[in-house]
């Protein structure tokens, strides 16, 4: 566990991190471990890892609110919980906690010749939560976009394993870009990409920005 001002930051592995202050804010849960119970739980889209119904049910109560991209209302269906679907650009307010939906898509990552993985137009999304004062902003499944450009947080959640998203590289140059205090890598040790990607990112923004890795619970 990591706390920056107050508010209690820890890793489950792969792009799930437990937000705990006067909320519980649980982002991308993916065979997470943990009791947990989610006052707001996030899901950046519909990917297995990302949307996974065991988690949700595992991490959430009757008195949860899942907040997700409108590409996953089918699939969400099944879950009891109050929902509230966003697009690109939504800002809304959950109990206390501010929300703005950040799109999540790929320039250069590509599932076959001209199609890419995470299409802009799907819909897609990571997330800016402001929580008790406290900015963060969780990347989702992306590259460097050019909207990450005007991300102005505390702290950045990004990913950094190549393949379906940013590279080690990438992602330090789109870290440089933002306006965040700190970098911390996510998308390793699970499905694609492991700590080395992580430690590279570190290297490469070297003095220029604070990086926290994680270890992850």
């Known amino acids: 566990m990591w706390t920056y001002e107050g508010v209690k930051v820890r890793w489950l592995g792969h792009d799930c991190f437990v937000l705990s202050g006067s909320k519980t804010v649980m982002i991308d849960p993916f065979k997470a471990k943990g009791d947990h119970k989610a006052d707001l739980l996030l899901i950046t889209h519909e990917h297995f890892?990302?949307?996974?119904?065991?988690?949700i049910t595992r991490f959430s109560s009757d008195a949860t609110t899942i907040v997700a991209p409108e590409i996953c209302e089918e699939p969400l269906k099944k879950h009891r919980q109050e929902k509230k679907f966003v697009r690109p650009g939504s800002r809304i307010e959950v109990k206390g906690?501010?929300?703005?939906?950040?799109?999540?898509?790929n320039l250069n990552k590509f599932r076959e010749p001209g199609k890419v993985f995470h299409p802009k137009e799907d819909g897609r999304v990571g997330y800016i939560v402001e929580l008790d004062g406290v900015r963060?902003?969780?990347a989702g499944d992306s590259d460097a976009t050019p909207e990450m450009k005007s991300v102005d947080v505390d702290v950045a959640f990004l990913p950094v394993s190549g393949t379906y998203v940013m590279?080690?590289?990438?992602?330090?140059?789109?870290a440089r870009e933002m306006k965040a205090k700190v970098a911390v890598p996510m998308h390793f040790q699970s499905i694609v990409g492991t700590r080395a990607d992580?430690?590279?990112?570190?290297?490469?923004?070297?003095?220029s920005k604070t990086v926290e890795i994680l270890e992850q619970e």
């Open 49 to 55: 890892d990302h949307l996974s119904d065991e988690d």
């Open 198 to 207: 992580a430690e590279r990112f570190k290297g490469l923004l070297g003095a």
């Open 136 to 138: 963060f902003y969780h």
């Open 167 to 174: 590279t080690a590289e990438e992602a330090a140059e789109a």
């Open 97 to 105: 906690v501010k929300i703005e939906a950040i799109p999540a898509y």
